[in-house]
T-cell receptor, first 112, second 117 residues
Framework: TQLLEQSPQFLSIQEGENLTVYCNSS?????LQWYRQEPGEGPVLLVT?????EVKKLKRLTFQFGDARKDSSLHITAAQPGDTGLYLC????????????FGDGTTLTVKP | NAGVMQNPRHLVRRRGQEARLRCSPM?????VYWYRQLPEEGLKFMVY????????ESGMPKERFSAEFPKEGPSILRIQQVVRGDSAAYFC???????????????FGEGSWLTVV
């Protein structure tokens, strides 16, 4: 069974600070997705990373896929209150990629 | 909005009743997935379906839960004889194809919140 561990589980910071959340596994994934979910809504896809060592930037968000494709990180620069939400990583295997394995998420609160 | 459509958004059922949750995938997507989310937890895979076929139901409880994706119409997740432990958010997702890689990124609906009283 593939497992994804996310850390930290909860993070509360002030507006303007930087932060990094981690997604780790002992398994190799063919691709990894990051989602953001707000209360009462479904997860919204932020990015998909496929290649080991890949770095993708989305405005103030930087996503990195580990060289061995077992882990990933999400770095947010100058966090804003609008970044508040539950950040989920999901790993897809080589065969049934729709059966993604989700971490339990990092709940981020950015205080103004 | 051409996204994944789920209904109802909120459903209240008494213990022992049946719950039916519906999901229409994004246009052009033939692969549907159901996930369950408990409060302050991540999503747990339940079942993966293509039109008229169940591909993987390894995450489905053995009893009371069933899913279908008929040739015509939405996918349906059915929970019979609901119990309080079934209270959760149920998310449907769809993708354009199966297999790995970026082409199979899945997109989620806004969820159906089931409350069993």
């Amino acid at each position: 069974t593939q497992l994804l561990e996310q850390s930290p589980q909860f993070l509360s910071i002030q507006e303007g600070e930087n932060l990094t959340v981690y997604c780790n596994s002992s398994s190799v994934f063919s691709s990894l997705q990051w989602y953001r979910q707000e209360p009462g809504e479904g997860p919204v896809l932020l990015v998909t990373v496929v290649t080991g060592g890949e770095v993708k930037k989305l405005k103030r968000l930087t996503f990195q896929f580990g060289d061995a494709r077992k882990d990933s990180s999400l770095h947010i620069t100058a966090a804003q209150p609008g970044d508040t939400g539950l950040y989920l990583c999901a790993g897809a295997g080589n065969t049934n990629a729709g059966k993604s394995t989700f971490g339990d998420g990092t709940t981020l609160t950015v205080k103004p | 909005n051409a996204g994944v459509m789920q209904n109802p958004r909120h459903l209240v059922r008494r213990r022992g009743q049946e719950a039916r949750l519906r999901c229409s995938p994004m246009k052009g997507h033939s692969h549907v997935y159901w996930y369950r989310q408990l409060p302050e937890e991540g999503l747990k895979f339940m079942v993966y379906l293509q039109k008229e076929n169940i591909i993987d139901e390894s995450g489905m409880p053995k009893e009371r839960f069933s899913a279908e994706f008929p040739k015509e119409g939405p996918s349906i997740l059915r929970i019979q004889q609901v119990v309080r432990g079934d209270s959760a958010a149920y998310f449907c997702a769809s993708s354009p194809m199966g297999g790995g890689g970026t082409g199979n990124t899945i997109y989620f609906g806004e969820g159906s919140w089931l409350t069993v009283v």
